[in-house]
């Protein structure tokens, strides 16, 4: 797997971290592209891509761009993840690792956008959330905002 991580974000996060978080997720799920770009992204920009690409008003925190078969792209965005995180009574870091563990799913198949689909996406997604394996990562991700 080649990988590529940019950070645009007005977040901080560590690169090592995030890279052995997405090898391990590799090696768990099967289908993924063999090549992955990461990008974060404050507000602004995910809103510019949200309505580019989507033809959707406002932020969001995720998008998944499936090129074609050997590459994809997964843009995150922090900011909105923590404002979730916090909506949800979760961390930021664990929304931003479920939001990565969301869109390599989609990138795998899974799909909730079907009704008949969204159970077994939801279902595997909580599956991999409580992995011990990806846990770890967690406070390695050192996912906080800049001063």
Not at 62 to 89: H, K, M, S, T
Request: hydrophobic letters at 35%.
């Amino acid at each position: 797997m080649k990988l590529e991580i940019t950070n645009r974000s007005s977040y901080d996060c560590s690169t090592k971290a995030l890279e052995g978080l997405i090898r391990e997720l590799y090696e768990l799920l099967s289908g993924l592209p063999e090549r992955l770009s990461i990008a974060l992204v404050d507000s602004p920009e995910m809103a510019r891509l949200n309505r580019d690409y989507y033809g959707k008003q406002g932020s969001t925190d995720v998008l998944v761009f499936p090129y074609e078969q050997q590459f994809a792209e997964i843009v995150l965005n922090p900011q909105q993840q923590f404002l979730q995180a916090a909506e949800f009574g979760n961390s930021g870091p664990g929304e931003f690792v479920e939001n990565i563990i969301h869109a390599l799913l989609h990138l795998t198949g899974y799909d909730h956008t079907a009704e008949e689909d969204e159970g077994r996406h939801l279902q595997k997604q909580a599956e991999l959330i409580e992995d011990q394996r990806l846990l770890v990562w967690l406070d390695k991700l050192e996912l906080e905002k800049t001063q």
